[in-house]
Nanobody
């Protein structure tokens, strides 16, 4: 089993920044890719970004490219999401996810991930 705990959410004004953290524990060696997803009220959960533990390859949804940066700290089993230039459309619960799938072909799909954190709320005021 893998446990994921997110932190760093909060209330921020439009144009501001936040950094989300995800602490992974347990059988983290079995995971290959870490992702961030978000879910706004009455909307489906959507992919935000992902990163592979080994090579550090990154993937982003178009709406956050150039504003968000995903990174990892392999030694401490941490994954981060630096979010800049936030706007009201970024308001959502943000979830950290981990997958044991060896290939990255499905990283943009929530079904690709085996483990999920409890989520952290990000609210951007306009």
């Amino acid at each position: 089993q893998v446990q994921l705990v997110e932190s760093g959410g909060g209330l921020v004004q439009a144009g501001g920044s936040l950094r989300l953290s995800c602490a992974a524990s347990g059988r983290t060696f079995s995971t290959n890719t870490m992702g961030w997803f978000r879910q706004a009220p009455e909307k489906e959960r959507e992919f935000v970004a992902a990163i592979t533990w080994s090579s550090g390859s990154t993937y982003y949804t178009d709406s956050v490219k150039g504003r968000f940066t995903i990174s990892r700290d392999n030694a401490n089993n941490m994954v981060y999401l630096q979010m800049n230039s936030l706007n009201a459309e970024d308001t959502a619960v943000y979830y950290c996810a981990a997958t044991t799938m060896a290939q990255a072909v499905g990283v943009r799909s929530a079904r690709w991930y085996n483990y999920w954190g409890q989520g952290t709320q990000v609210t951007v005021s306009s």
